[in-house]
């Protein structure tokens, strides 16, 4: 269950306030969360302003967590981590927003966040729940504990042309750095901090037939970002007992190369009086290029390999809309 309430107050025409407070209560425990938040905006001028913000933010974990039933020595199960509390964090944001010419905007924002009451195991190891979701399988544990802590900061940069005149475009930049702290008291980077994040959007529609409704689009889009870390498999000992073993002592020390992806999409839409009718023919990652997503211990070939994201993929599609 939440609650929130919100006001906002304008100092002058140009300073701005908005405060507010926000609350959650998880029914399966009974734990609750008290989360105040404060933000201002200055508009300098006419074309730029500052922003300040700061607040609580907390979140529950995933389902699967609550609910895990571990085994207990009288042949017994027990949802021991059903107790647990919400992971929290404390916000710290600052923000320039510039329209500097007319359809063009540039947006720069830095941040940083504090985690803290972060689920970990009770006796030292690196596992931390803020880690959950960087694979398609996350390990289960029991009697989970909120006593890990990370910390997040980095710098965005946005620089975006509105659509006029028949085009738009998008270009942003993220650098940043994502760390945990698990039962063992070693600060690590997370299993997401690939450090940085750079994606480019464009596209241009085509007016073929004003009197028909007939529009011709075309699009593209590149991403470059840092890549996935990852918990290395020891080879010699996956060998002996033939199945994986991790040295976790190099727990998300080392990253796949960057992520590279570019889409290209063209699309024709007749608008007619009742109904809209749209094709679309899309080629995602357009130049195949390999990304690895994990690497896997084989006990077959008694072997590391290497499994890979989605390569070239051509996609068509047929809309209509009454």
Same mark, same amino acid.
């Given at each position: 269950?939440?609650?929130?309430?919100?006001?906002?107050?304008?100092?002058?025409?140009?300073?701005?306030?908005?405060?507010?407070?926000?609350?959650?209560?998880?029914?399966?425990?009974?734990?609750?969360?008290?989360?105040?938040?404060?933000?201002?905006?200055?508009?300098?001028?006419?074309?730029?302003?500052?922003?300040?913000?700061?607040?609580?933010?907390?979140?529950?974990?995933?389902?699967?967590?609550?609910?895990?039933?571990?085994?207990?020595?009288?042949?017994?199960?027990?949802?021991?981590?059903?107790?647990?509390?919400?992971?929290?964090?404390?916000?710290?944001?600052?923000?320039?927003?510039?329209?500097?010419?007319?359809?063009?905007?540039?947006? %720069?924002?830095?941040?940083?966040? /504090? !985690?803290?009451?972060? &689920? #970990?195991?009770? @006796?030292?190891? *690196? +596992?931390?729940?803020?880690?959950?979701?960087?694979?398609?399988?996350?390990?289960?544990?029991?009697?989970?504990?909120?006593?890990?802590?990370?910390?997040?900061?980095?710098?965005?940069?946005?620089?975006?042309?509105?659509?006029?005149?028949?085009?738009?475009?998008?270009?942003?930049?993220?650098?940043?750095?994502?760390?945990?702290?698990?039962?063992?008291?070693?600060?690590?980077?997370?299993?997401?901090?690939?450090?940085?994040?750079?994606?480019?959007?464009?596209?241009?529609?085509?007016?073929?037939?004003?009197?028909?409704?007939?529009?011709?689009?075309?699009?593209?889009?590149?991403?470059?970002?840092?890549?996935?870390?990852?918990?290395? %498999?020891?080879?010699?000992?996956? /060998? !002996?007992?033939?199945? &994986? #073993?991790?040295? @976790?002592?190099? *727990? +998300?020390?080392?990253?796949?190369?960057?992520?590279?992806?570019?889409?290209?999409?063209?699309?024709?839409?007749?608008?007619?009086?009742?109904?809209?009718?749209?094709?679309?023919?899309?080629?995602?990652?357009?130049?195949?290029?390999?990304?690895?997503?994990?690497?896997?211990?084989?006990?077959?070939?008694?072997?590391?390999?290497?499994?890979?994201?989605?390569?070239?993929?051509?996609?068509?599609?047929?809309?209509?809309?009454?």
């Amino acid at each position: 269950m939440q609650q929130y309430i919100e006001w906002q107050h304008k100092f002058t025409e140009n300073v701005l306030m908005n405060a507010g407070f926000h609350s959650q209560q998880f029914t399966l425990n009974g734990s609750t969360a008290y989360e105040p938040r404060l933000g201002f905006k200055w508009n300098f001028t006419s074309t730029q302003s500052l922003g300040f913000a700061t607040g609580l933010h907390s979140e529950m974990q995933p389902m699967e967590v609550y609910y895990y039933q571990a085994l207990l020595s009288n042949n017994t199960y027990a949802l021991t981590n059903k107790d647990l509390g919400f992971s929290k964090s404390g916000h710290f944001v600052l923000s320039y927003d510039n329209i500097f010419a007319p359809d063009w905007r540039l947006k %720069v924002e830095t941040y940083y966040q /504090q !985690l803290y009451n972060i &689920p #970990v195991q009770r @006796y030292p190891s *690196t +596992y931390s729940a803020l880690n959950i979701g960087a694979s398609y399988y996350d390990q289960p544990y029991d009697s989970l504990v909120n006593k890990g802590t990370g910390r997040n900061y980095g710098t965005e940069f946005t620089l975006e042309r509105f659509f006029n005149k028949t085009y738009y475009m998008l270009l942003t930049c993220s650098l940043y750095e994502s760390k945990y702290t698990a039962s063992d008291g070693v600060e690590r980077n997370t299993a997401f901090n690939g450090q940085f994040t750079l994606n480019a959007l464009s596209g241009a529609d085509f007016n073929l037939d004003k009197r028909k409704g007939n529009i011709l689009s075309l699009s593209i889009k590149a991403n470059y970002a840092g890549g996935k870390r990852y918990i290395p %498999v020891n080879l010699a000992a996956s /060998q !002996l007992i033939h199945a &994986p #073993v991790y040295d @976790y002592s190099q *727990t +998300y020390t080392q990253e796949f190369s960057p992520y590279e992806r570019i889409d290209v999409k063209i699309d024709f839409k007749h608008n007619g009086k009742k109904v809209t009718q749209d094709w679309s023919f899309e080629v995602q990652n357009i130049f195949n290029t390999q990304n690895v997503l994990q690497q896997i211990y084989n006990p077959n070939t008694n072997s590391i390999e290497t499994d890979y994201q989605l390569g070239f993929f051509p996609l068509g599609s047929y809309r209509i809309t009454f």
